[in-house]
Nanobody
């Protein structure tokens, strides 16, 4: 059973930075892509950023230029560096990993940005 464990969330003031970590229980080479999603109260879960096994990245327009997704294959870890945080970034952030016909989710980590 694949497990994804997120960490790094917390409370930060607007303009601050946080780095989220997602550690997989298996080699991340086995996934077609990995990503970060977020869900704020009353909203649908939305894609924040993703990275393929080849290193190609994709970002939501709302985070372009502020967030950076990266991966360390040796550590089976995907990171989300978040800079210039805004109150609108407040949400539970979920790590996601995909294989053909299978999708895995972490338990989520709360990010709260105060104004």
């Amino acid at each position: 059973q694949v497990q994804l464990v997120e960490s790094g969330g917390g409370l930060v003031q607007a303009g601050g930075s946080l780095t989220l970590n997602c550690v997989a229980s298996t080699s991340i080479f086995s996934f077609n892509d990995m990503g970060w999603y977020r869900q704020a109260p009353g909203n649908q879960r939305e894609l924040v950023a993703s990275i393929t096994s080849g290193g190609s990245t994709n970002y939501a327009d709302s985070v372009k230029g502020r967030f950076t997704i990266s991966r360390d294959n040796a550590k089976n870890t995907v990171y989300l560096q978040m800079n210039s945080l805004k109150p609108d970034d407040t949400a539970v952030y979920y790590c996601n990993a995909r294989r053909p016909l299978l999708t895995y989710w972490g338990q989520g980590t709360q990010v709260t940005v105060s104004s």
